[in-house]
């Protein structure tokens, strides 16, 4: 967000990163948590699913002193991903399914609503009152949430095949990084009718995806790969980058793409269409 990274980074909790020059990155501050597994930040919060412990609240206002102001337990044995809406919040909450919570007054967030899911929830995004989760193998579930203290499942896509480990949405379309399948893509301009447009079989599992503009970024195992899907019924590679270690997380801001690695930390890259390759910025 602007010249920070915000890196959930597991038992080490938070770390927060300038990167105005992505070449050369300084740590601002760290904040102690007790597992970070994601982070959405929206205005002067930074919100994190940390695993075990629910939901963490922080205020990042001065991004070198974070202070930890709210907290709230979820269902679920392991918040994994977050994402923030117009006041709430919303948790990829494990074996749980979908947590929201109400973060009005963030030194009190407060549970509205939730919904248990077959499957494992890793991942979730939020647009246009419907709520996409990625909940493993037993796919895509899309979620009424015009009311978020009311959510109500619409549809499960039910894929077989793969594991869906993480979800994007851009435009009319849903972008599923799909485990052994690769990349999927569904058409949800009718989300009570989503429609298979494109699927394309990358050569090793696909576990984060996030797309801005015309391309998709994925996390291929040891891989980023960079594909065009401005035709989404015939998405093609354009580009990729191995990386030193697994890929658990991208997030791609103005052409640059963030890579968590695991054990290889934070990797910015750079796609440079014109030589047809990623450039590595920072290790």
Request: a negative charge; proline letters at 5%.
């Amino acid at each position: 967000v602007g010249n920070y990274a915000y890196l959930a980074n597991g038992y080490t909790g938070l770390r927060i990163l300038d990167v105005t020059d992505p070449a050369s990155i300084n740590e601002i501050s760290v904040l102690k948590t007790y597992r970070a597994l994601g982070v959405h930040v929206a205005g002067s919060y930074a919100y994190i699913a940390d695993d075990y412990s629910g939901l963490r609240v922080l205020d990042i206002s001065d991004p070198a002193t974070p202070l930890m102001i709210g907290h709230l337990d979820t269902p679920g044995k392991e918040a994994e991903g977050i994402t923030y809406n117009d006041g709430y919040v919303y948790i990829a909450d494990g074996d749980a399914g979908l947590s929201v919570i109400d973060v009005s007054n963030p030194q009190n967030p407060v549970s509205v609503s939730s919904l248990n899911t077959l499957g494992y929830s890793y991942d979730v995004e939020v647009r246009d009152n419907i709520a996409l989760l990625a909940d493993s193998k037993s796919g895509l579930m899309i979620i009424d949430t015009e009311d978020p203290t009311n959510i109500s499942e619409i549809i499960s896509y039910q894929l077989e095949g793969g594991d869906v480990r993480s979800v994007d949405i851009e435009g009319q379309y849903a972008y599923m990084a799909f485990g052994n399948r690769g990349i999927v893509i569904l058409n949800i301009s009718d989300p009570k009718n989503p429609i298979e447009v494109g699927v394309f079989d990358t050569p090793r599992s696909a576990r984060s995806i996030d797309v801005e503009g015309s391309i998709a970024y994925v996390g291929d195992t040891e891989w980023v790969r960079a594909y065009d899907v401005s035709n989404p019924k015939a998405p093609r590679e354009i580009d990729s980058y191995k990386v030193p270690n697994t890929v658990d997380h991208i997030s791609v801001d103005k052409g640059k793409t963030y890579v968590a690695g695991y054990d290889g930390g934070l990797l910015i890259l750079g796609l440079q269409a014109e030589k047809a390759t990623m450039a590595e910025q920072k290790h």
